[in-house]
């Protein structure tokens, strides 16, 4: 099986992903979130396939969604705009994201991730 494997190269939680994925020999293409940010019809897709949602695909703990009061200002949001907000920055969203065959995770969970990929 091989995943596509989005992360931030600088952060440590994505750098442990990574170290796992290939611990495990699990096979991935690798996507740099800031040079090649997901698009908003990925991100409506991946929720859809995950069954996640939305607000799990953003990055609250990140400088840039407090500098832009977002956890205010996203309940007045429709969907779409939220969409539309997170490819606008890869830094808005939350990563590690891996993206299956069925399957979406977001962040990194060694006991999810092995429950889908090992």
């Not at 997901?38 to 609250?60: D, M, V």
């Amino acid at each position: 099986m091989s995943v596509l494997f989005i992360e931030y190269p600088k952060c440590t939680t994505c750098q442990k992903a990574k170290k796992w994925l290939e611990e495990n020999g699990v096979a991935y293409e690798d996507r740099h979130i800031v040079e090649n940010n997901p698009t908003a019809e990925e991100l409506r897709r991946w929720r859809n396939l995950g069954g996640l949602q939305l607000k799990q695909f953003f990055n609250t703990s990140g400088m840039l969604y407090k500098s832009m009061h977002l956890k205010d200002r996203l309940p007045a949001m429709s969907e779409q705009e939220q969409f539309d907000l997170l490819a606008t920055d890869g830094m808005l969203v939350k990563r590690p994201i891996v993206v299956g065959d069925g399957f979406v995770l977001t962040g990194f969970k060694p006991e999810k991730w092995a429950q889908a990929l090992l």
